[in-house]
Structures are given as C-alpha cells and as structure tokens.
C-alpha cells in the first residue's frame, strides 16, 4: 500500500497518547474567553460550546460539548442536553446556509470502546456530508481529501452563528 504523507496525523495521534496529560480540550474550549482560529470555537452558549474538529472526518465536522466536563450522556442536567439539541439545529442551519451540504451525520462515540476519543467529556458530532464525497482516496489511498481550510471555515461559522444565522 502506498503512504501519503499527512503530517497532521502526528499531532492527532501525539494528542491521543497524551489525553491524561495535557487536560481536556473540551473543557479548554468552554472556559475560552471567546472564540479564536487557534481554538477553533465557533459559538458558545450558557451550557455548550461549538467547536470545529480539528482533525475532520470531513470539512465543516463540528463537535457540541457541554461545558462542563460530563462522561456519560445520561448523566446531563436536562437544560445542558435541551440546549445541545437546540444549538445542534442552529448548527444544521448555518452549515446548510454556508457550506451547502446534502446531508449529516450526527451523533455520538460514548466510551471509549465505542470508538470515543475523548471518553471523559460526552460531545456529540455534526459532519456534513455531499452527494458522491466518499470517493478512492479514503478506500483506496487511506487519505481524506479536505475542500476547505479550517482558518476559513472558523471564519465564516463564527460569523454565522453570531449573526444568528437560522435561529
């Protein structure tokens, strides 16, 4: 099989190995003052924040944490899980109004042998999807092709939620 170079997987992986170490960026992103390209928060609200995953599974691939640094899902006070739901939509909205996706993804890895990355902070993810985007390169050549960069994406969603583009 023929490797493609893709230096960002280093820092993902290096991230994984150190998770206990460094702290949890979810946490990080919801006690950020405001929303910056280097942290990739787009919106946040009294009880979440919306961030841009940083290493997508596809360009526009946002997570919506609670801020609080919750591990199970049922374990989610009623108001943080209603306003998930509520900013999952908004989200959907913007997404649709700036990126033009066909569909979505949605949901949640809870635990770690379901395949969650960070166990400790439930979040749910939002990955928009097009007609056709699955293509060879993920099959084939083991590389996922990204349409857009994360610095214009921050951007452009940033703006969107905060002039309440479908709320």
Same mark, same amino acid.
């Given at each position: 099989?023929?490797?493609?170079?893709?230096?960002?997987? $280093?820092?993902? =992986?290096? !991230?994984?190995?150190? $998770?206990?170490? $460094?702290?949890?960026? @979810?946490?990080?992103?919801?006690?950020?003052?405001?929303? &910056?390209?280097?942290?990739?928060?787009?919106?946040?609200?009294?009880?979440?924040?919306?961030?841009?995953?940083?290493?997508?599974?596809? !360009?526009?691939?946002?997570?919506?944490?609670?801020?609080?640094? /919750?591990?199970?899902?049922?374990?989610?006070? #009623? $108001? /943080?899980?209603?306003?998930?739901?509520?900013?999952?939509? %908004?989200?959907?909205? =913007?997404?649709?109004?700036?990126?033009?996706?066909?569909?979505? #993804?949605?949901?949640? #890895?809870?635990?770690?042998?379901?395949?969650?990355?960070?166990?400790?902070? =439930?979040?749910?993810? @939002?990955?928009?999807?097009?007609?056709?985007? &699955? #293509?060879?390169?993920?099959?084939?050549?083991? &590389?996922? /092709?990204?349409?857009?960069? @994360?610095?214009?994406?921050?951007? %452009?969603?940033?703006?969107?939620?905060?002039?309440?583009?479908?709320?």
């Amino acid at each position: 099989m023929e490797r493609m170079w893709s230096p960002w997987r $280093s820092h993902y =992986v290096g !991230a994984a190995d150190a $998770s206990n170490d $460094s702290g949890c960026f @979810l946490c990080e992103c919801g006690s950020a003052p405001e929303g &910056t390209p280097e942290n990739l928060v787009v919106a946040q609200f009294e009880h979440c924040v919306v961030v841009l995953n940083r290493y997508p599974y596809n !360009a526009g691939h946002l997570l919506i944490a609670p801020r609080d640094h /919750v591990a199970e899902f049922e374990a989610l006070e #009623n $108001s /943080v899980a209603v306003q998930m739901t509520l900013v999952t939509q %908004q989200a959907i909205r =913007v997404l649709n109004q700036i990126i033009h996706p066909h569909g979505f #993804n949605f949901g949640a #890895n809870l635990g770690r042998s379901a395949g969650a990355g960070v166990p400790d902070h =439930v979040h749910w993810h @939002l990955v928009p999807r097009w007609n056709g985007d &699955t #293509n060879f390169m993920p099959t084939i050549g083991d &590389t996922k /092709v990204m349409s857009h960069a @994360l610095e214009d994406l921050w951007e %452009q969603f940033s703006r969107g939620f905060s002039q309440g583009r479908g709320g």
